[in-house]
């Protein structure tokens, strides 16, 4: 007595959203699938002719949206119309930490989440599944049916938590070919009912052992426990790539050597300048927040320790540049190689480059910034959201480029702040020439080579090598 699902929708068209559906839409022709925005220039750039101004980079994406869109994938802003016609609605819009009152700097702030089920609840004229599909703290599903019983339409709402595990830069290969998809929701009847038309959908493309359900408690936690465990690990590595720096030891072959134990396994095991993300810090700090307003002290400290630890590499980095360069950068020229928080993609949130640029700034580092992929807006939008110095001081100090090469000409030194691939294929001798001497090359990524870099003449810097 399964109902047979023509017509979803999602609420959100950013970095989860967008490419969310846009693989539904590719894998399931039958069902027709409008995503909505609040935001006309993000639906815009989504229905643009030009697939290259799509509003978020993916690989994979561009050609999965070409074939869709406009057939059974549409992106729109009429919000109330894509509701009313949907059978599943999919919630997926920001949920930032909060800035402001009780929760500050810890808590998510739910408030679109609520602006969304409230509007659901104002539009519905018939049954709907409502599936969350943001990180949101334990409990929101609750938060959201309670807002859907008590001012709908008296029509039936089934909550469904359905979190997403997919990584920036990997989306539609993840989307496509998932370790397992969760989908959390009521036992009774009406609960498993919902799952099940749910997991049907996923299960066009996944086999069905993959696609777990579970109560709605369990559903949300998990995905604040699955990014606090894949962090963890990164600060667990890092902080042991600060002990290999004072010692002999290597981080890449204790990577390797801990990595070929089964239990521990190889995967998110490469030291780095820290962890970036829209997730792993708030996702944390959201786990820390719920912990302690349990009175959990001991649970809510232990996983702080992972972001301060990631806020200590990133602290370091900086410090180890800055006392390299002879404890003055003041008037330096300094190129930073990457903004993004990770490689192949355009999103910089909580990105490690941000903070290594303003301990940079602060010492009045004449800073050039180069990344394949984001643009000098963003990056000023980053710098200045952080408040340190003033709009016009960022813009004085900082400038991008978009050519890498020319950018080093009597550099102090540069920076690799992002592991994207072609900062691997430069004509280093080249850049070598360019800048000044001792030409000084970071590398928080660990992307190059240590005998070559050594051998052109650079002062070369690996993070978790001496
Ligand atoms: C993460 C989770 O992987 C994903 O399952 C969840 O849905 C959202 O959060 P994402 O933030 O997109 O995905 O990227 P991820 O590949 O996990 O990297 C996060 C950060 O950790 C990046 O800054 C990355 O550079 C860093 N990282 C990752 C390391 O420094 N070392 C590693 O070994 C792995
Ligand atoms: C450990 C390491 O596994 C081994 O590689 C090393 O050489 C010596 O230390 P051991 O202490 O013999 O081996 O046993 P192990 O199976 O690792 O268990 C250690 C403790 O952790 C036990 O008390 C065990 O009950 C506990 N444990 C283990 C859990 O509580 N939960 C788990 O999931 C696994
Ligand atoms: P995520 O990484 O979780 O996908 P993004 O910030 O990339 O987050 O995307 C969230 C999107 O949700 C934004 O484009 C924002 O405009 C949209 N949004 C927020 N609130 C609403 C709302 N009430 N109705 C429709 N869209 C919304």
Redesign the pocket.
């Known amino acids: 007595n399964m109902k047979k699902i023509t017509n979803i929708c999602c609420i959100g068209a950013g970095y989860v959203g967008g490419p969310t559906m846009s693989v539904i839409a590719s894998q399931c022709p039958d069902i027709k699938v409008t995503v909505v925005d609040i935001n006309q220039d993000r639906i815009n750039s989504w229905n643009d002719e030009d697939l290259d101004n799509l509003p978020i980079y993916e690989p994979g994406l561009k050609e999965i949206v070409s074939k869709a869109r406009n057939k059974n994938l549409f992106f729109s802003t009429e919000v109330d119309k894509a509701i009313d016609e949907a059978q599943i609605i999919f919630i997926s819009v920001n949920t930032p930490t909060k800035t402001y009152g009780k929760g500050k700097g810890q808590a998510a702030d739910l408030k679109f989440v609520e602006l969304c089920a409230r509007n659901i609840a104002k539009v519905a004229k018939d049954d709907k599944i409502v599936v969350e599909k943001s990180t949101l703290p334990v409990r929101t599903a609750s938060a959201i049916k309670s807002i859907l019983q008590h001012t709908g339409n008296k029509v039936n709402f089934e909550i469904l938590s359905n979190p ?6 990997t989306a539609i290969e993840d989307l496509l070919n998932a370790d397992r998809v969760l989908i959390g929701g009521d036992d009774t009847p009406s609960g498993q009912e919902a799952k099940d038309t749910l997991s049907s959908i996923y299960e066009q493309w996944l086999p069905k052992e993959r696609v777990l359900q579970t109560n709605v408690w369990s559903s949300e936690l998990s995905k604040l426990v ?2 606090a465990f ?2 963890q ?2 600060s667990s ?2 902080t042991i790539s600060a002990l290999c720096e004072k010692t002999d030891a290597n981080i890449q072959e204790i990577s390797r050597a801990i990595g070929y134990d089964s239990r521990i396994g190889s ?6 300048v ?7 810090q708030k996702d944390i700090l959201n786990l820390v927040y719920i912990a302690r307003s349990y009175g959990l002290m001991e649970v809510a400290d232990y996983w702080e320790q992972v972001i301060i630890a990631n806020d200590y590499q990133k602290s370091r980095f900086a410090e180890h540049m800055i006392s390299s360069l002879y404890n003055t950068i003041s008037g330096k020229k300094i190129v930073l190689y990457g903004w993004a ?2 490689k192949d ?1 355009n999103d910089t949130r909580e ?2 480059a941000i903070a290594v640029a303003d301990a940079l700034l602060e010492e009045q580092a004449e800073i050039l910034v180069y990344d394949p992929k984001v643009s000098a807006e963003r990056i000023y939008a980053d710098l200045d959201y952080l408040n340190t110095r003033s709009p016009e001081e960022n813009r004085r100090l900082l400038k991008v480029t978009n050519d890498p090469i020319e950018a080093t000409a009597k550099a102090h030194a540069i920076a690799i702040l992002t ?1 994207w691939d072609e900062f691997k294929t430069y004509d280093w001798a080249a850049i070598y020439e360019n800048m000044l001497k001792p030409a000084f090359v970071f590398d928080g990524r660990r992307l190059l080579d240590t005998e070559t870099m050594n051998s052109l003449g650079f002062n070369y810097y690996k993070i978790g090598q001496s």
């Open positions: 997403e595990f997919l990584a920036e830069g699955a990014n894949l962090a690990r990164v590595i890092n995967k998110f095991l490469n030291a780095s820290g962890f970036g993300g829209s997730c792993f928080f990770k993609t990105s490690p592991e």
